[in-house]
């Protein structure tokens, strides 16, 4: 896909009602090119010059379950302020003055960054876009928007050739040359499965992973639009009756493609889980 035909996608996104920012690949108010290497802790501080509070609750399988564990296991936030949040986007969030995109950028705060949320805002033009207030290490107040971060911890996972945000404590186990899996404290079920290899080497679909069912077994849910990092693609969303308990959950199918090669992921969740999908892939960078 060209730089061009990138820019009119993310004109589509704008047309319908996102903002637009900094970046011609980012329909929103992303910064670029900022580094994903390693974990950041915020320099921030709350309006009364202390670390935000509040509870966490770790979301897992109710222990009387019969089905394997396919939630994602998360400590969220409470919805409430002050509480913390976490940076997904891979190319950062901006900071902007005022709960708008058109606001002075007062710095760029990097993936992975936790935040200590003072207040929140929806803008009144009826765009439904919350922003989150936080205070800066100089003491400023700012503001960034709500879809770049997480309620739940995050922290970087990689393959040779992927970067990508996960929920604490999961992490890549490589399988075979171009193949991971991203385990819960290496526990015995999968997140997240990544194929990688040269891009005229790719097959026509994603192989199925051992333990999954045949795909003539997947029942088509939806199709949605997602940014892999920068790049657009398709997040195929299918349900699937897991191998031996007959349990169900969803698989998220999304293929990337750069010049010279591609990436199959296969995220295999519970449906209550499902939404965190497009902030993890938002938050990928693959070479």
């Given at each position: 896909m060209t730089k061009l035909e990138l820019a009119?996608?993310?004109l589509v996104i704008a047309v319908l009602g996102t903002e637009v920012g900094l970046a011609v690949f980012r329909p929103w108010d992303h910064h670029v090119a900022l580094s994903l290497s390693?974990?950041?802790?915020?320099?921030?501080?709350?309006?009364?010059?202390?670390?935000?509070?509040?509870?966490?609750?770790?979301?897992?399988?109710?222990?009387?379950?019969?089905c394997p564990d396919v939630v994602v296991h998360r400590f969220e936030q409470p919805n409430t302020i002050p509480r913390s949040a976490w940076v997904h986007a891979s190319d950062g969030v901006n900071v902007r003055a005022a709960?708008?995109?058109?606001?002075?950028?007062?710095?760029?705060?990097p993936t992975g960054m936790q935040l200590n949320l003072q207040a929140d805002q929806t803008n009144p033009n009826?765009?439904?876009?919350?922003?989150?207030?936080?205070?800066?290490?100089?003491?400023?107040?700012?503001?960034?928007?709500?879809?770049?971060t997480t309620n739940?911890?995050?922290?970087?996972?990689?393959?040779?050739?992927?970067?990508?945000?996960?929920?604490?404590?999961?992490?890549?186990?490589?399988?075979?040359?171009?193949?991971?899996?991203?385990?819960y404290k290496s526990g015995p079920v999968?997140?997240?499965?990544?194929?990688?290899?040269?891009?005229?080497?790719?097959?026509?679909?994603?192989?199925?992973p051992?333990?999954?069912?045949?795909?003539?077994?997947?029942?088509?849910?939806?199709?949605?639009q997602v940014l892999v990092g920068d790049l657009p693609a398709t997040d195929r969303v299918l349900g699937i009756r897991l191998?031996?308990?007959?349990?169900?959950?969803?698989?998220?199918?999304?293929?990337?493609?750069?010049?010279?090669?591609?990436?199959?992921?296969?995220?295999?969740?519970?449906?209550?889980s499902s939404s965190v999908v497009a902030q993890l892939l938002d938050s990928a960078i693959v070479q």
């Open positions: 009119a996608w993310g390693g974990s950041h802790t915020s320099s921030l501080v709350s309006a009364n010059g202390s670390p935000s509070p509040g509870a966490t609750t770790l979301v897992t399988p109710s222990s009387a379950g019969k709960p708008t995109a058109s606001a002075t950028r007062l710095t760029t705060l009826g765009d439904g876009i919350t922003w989150y207030q936080i205070r800066l290490s100089d003491g400023r107040d700012g503001w960034l928007s709500s879809r770049y739940y911890p995050i922290s970087l996972a990689s393959t040779d050739s992927l970067k990508i945000w996960l929920p604490v404590g999961y992490q890549f186990q490589s399988v075979a040359p171009g193949k991971a899996e991203a385990h999968t997140l997240l499965y990544v194929e990688s290899g040269v891009k005229d080497q790719a097959p026509t679909e994603a192989t199925v051992t333990g999954l069912p045949p795909r003539a077994m997947w029942t088509a849910r939806s199709v949605e191998a031996g308990s007959g349990c169900p959950a969803l698989v998220h199918e999304v293929r990337v493609t750069t010049a010279t090669r591609y990436y199959d992921l296969i995220f295999v969740l519970d449906e209550s």
